[in-house]
């Protein structure tokens, strides 16, 4: 069924989950990837990684790309993984907020479809169903396969996706800290019940960010408040906290990136966002020196993940 020799390239944009008050519902793909070859062996697993996180990944079948086509291999009946050998360049860093699992979730998922025969292929629907129940949800795989901004729901038939082209003026910025902290702590910081008056000031301000993102990215600083999630993770993530206010006090359209502790600014073009950078830079430099920031200047990915070179066509 294999043919050894056979080999596949991906390439994975990282995304951010919530974009603000978008809390499991909307993500957005960021221009900044994760690269793999999958080549087909005679046996056994072989790897050979570089950049974030290659260190302390587990280089056995356990790892996540691994799991991710054997997951894509039962969904269309094959229980046998053939010998691979994984060749990946990370630069997603892990722990903060970017998608880092979801793109490997990705990577993995669209090699192995590629390379089963195509009668056994799993169409597209059936790729978005496996990736995102690895992850537990789609706001972060559904960016990194589809491009742009995605928004995501679940209904009776399983996950949905909807991608949505995002106005070119929109620059993401980010601002990177040096340590990480997991989703599940920042999950368990979530109270079981919120106030309906922030409910109801989340649900406007998602809606507005749609028009904001796609037509109008001057109500981008309204439009990425929240209060359903940041407020009680500020706790794991204080330094994140204290930057994200600082920024947005000077008008700046700042949020934390995913589960963070990332932060996360939308600039409405490209003298907003170099304004953001210069208040990063200032801001990192007038604090204590107990976190190191790396300030990235990102673009928003319009086409997703990359096969052989080749934007997915896939539909939610």
């Known amino acids: 069924m294999f043919e050894i020799g056979q080999r596949v390239t991906v390439s994975v944009p990282g995304s951010t989950g919530n974009v603000g008050p978008g809390y499991d519902s909307l993500g957005l793909a960021l221009g900044h990837y994760d690269d793999l070859a999958v080549t087909v062996t005679g046996g056994g697993l072989e790897f050979e990684l570089h950049g974030e996180g290659s ?3 587990p ?3 356990d790892h996540l ?3 991710a086509v054997r997951a894509v291999l039962r969904a269309a009946g094959v229980e046998h993984l053939p010998g691979l050998r994984l060749e990946a360049t990370n630069r997603i860093p892990h722990g903060r ?4 699992s979801a793109s490997a979730v990705v990577a993995g998922v669209l090699a192995a479809n590629a390379l089963l025969p195509a009668e056994l292929a799993l169409d597209d629907r059936r790729l978005l169903q496996v990736a995102a129940a690895m992850e537990g949800h789609p706001d972060n795989v559904a960016p990194s396969l589809y491009g742009g901004l995605v928004i995501s729901w679940t209904d009776g038939d399983g996950y949905r996706s909807v991608p949505v082209a995002v106005h070119e003026d929109v620059v993401p910025v ?3 800290p040096d340590f990480e902290v997991p989703t599940r702590l920042a999950r368990s910081l979530l109270p079981a019940t919120v106030p309906h008056h922030d409910a109801a000031v989340n649900a406007g301000r998602t809606a507005l960010l749609v028009e904001a993102l796609t037509r109008r ?6 439009a990425t408040a929240d209060r359903l999630h940041q407020p009680y993770r500020a706790s794991a993530m204080p330094p994140s906290a204290r930057l994200m206010a600082d920024l947005r006090e000077r008008g700046l359209p700042a949020m934390i990136s995913g589960a963070g502790p990332t932060v996360l600014v939308l600039a409405a073009g490209r003298s907003q966002a170099a304004e953001t950078v210069c208040s990063l830079d200032e801001l ?3 604090g204590d020196g107990s976190v190191s920031w790396r300030v990235l200047r990102l673009r928003v990915d319009g086409q997703g993940a990359k096969l052989n ?3 997915q066509q896939i539909q939610g």
């Open 59 to 61: 280089r056995s079948a």
């Open 284 to 286: 990192v430099a007038d």
């Open 217 to 222: 990215p001057e109500l981008l600083l309204p």
């Open 65 to 67: 790309v691994v799991r």
């Open 309 to 311: 070179g080749h934007p």
């Open 97 to 100: 907020g970017m998608g880092s």
């Open 174 to 176: 980010v601002a990177i």
């Open 55 to 57: 260190a302390s990944v």
